[in-house]
């Protein structure tokens, strides 16, 4: 079965820097569109950025544009992203999600705290 497992998420001063790793298993990775989106308290879940199954075309929210970089491995079924300059506002669950044949998979989520 499809599984999703997201790491790499932590406790962050301002200004600091994240990189959350997702370990894909239980389905051809390379096939996937993969996504990160997050989820605040009291907020909608909402995109963060997404990368084609190829890896060449990438999507990012407005507000992370600059700051936040994804990328994958497909040798690795591994998918990234790169946190730089955080805010206090980037506090949320970041969960992984995959896109395949047309189903939405996700993983349990991973925190990220930025104090400011």
Avoid: H
């Amino acid at each position: 079965q499809v599984q999703l497992v997201e790491s790499g998420g932590g406790l962050v001063q301002a200004g600091g820097s994240l990189r959350l790793s997702c370990a894909a298993s239980g389905f051809t990775f390379s096939r996937a569109a993969m996504s990160w989106y997050r989820q605040a308290p009291g907020k909608e879940r909402e995109l963060v950025a997404a990368i084609g199954n190829t890896g060449s075309t990438t999507t990012y929210a407005d507000s992370v544009k600059g700051r936040f970089t994804i990328s994958r491995d497909n040798g690795k079924n591994s998918l990234y992203l790169q946190m730089n300059s955080l805010k206090s506002e980037d506090t949320a669950v970041y969960y992984c999600n995959a896109f395949l044949y047309g189903n939405y998979y996700w993983g349990q989520g991973t925190q990220v705290t930025v104090s400011s």
